[in-house]
């Protein structure tokens, strides 16, 4: 069984930069699909960027030029840059992890809070 820990959310003022960690333990995810998405209050929880086991990432229209996503498989840890902060960029960011057989994983969220 794997278990995702997100850390590095926090407040910063709009134009600044985070850098999320989700640090998976249990088994490796090196040849899996890991990514992240949001959920701000009161809306749905949507997908933010992810990255496939042969190093193909995909972005939300929305954090496209300004997230980053990054894995270093050795450390078995997914990275989630995040500059030119944006106050509707506001959330709790959730990695996840897809494994064999169709499932998904996923960490407690760690929250952003972008002021303006």
């Known amino acids: 069984q794997v278990q995702l820990v997100e850390s590095g959310g926090g407040l910063v003022q709009a134009g600044g930069s985070l850098r999320l960690s989700c640090a998976a333990s249990g088994r490796t995810f090196s040849s899996n699909e890991v990514g992240w998405f949001r959920q701000a209050p009161g809306k749905e929880r949507e997908f933010v960027a992810r990255?496939?086991?042969?190093?193909?990432?995909y972005y939300a229209d929305s954090v496209k030029g300004r997230f980053t996503i990054s894995r270093d498989n050795a450390k078995n840890t997914v990275y989630l840059q995040m500059n030119s902060l944006k106050p509707e960029d506001t959330a709790v960011y959730y990695c996840?992890?897809?494994?064999?057989?169709?499932?998904?994983?996923w960490g407690q969220g760690t929250q952003v809070t972008v002021s303006s």
């Open positions: 996840y992890a897809n494994l064999s057989g169709g499932s998904r994983a």
């Open positions: 990255i496939r086991w042969n190093g193909a990432t």
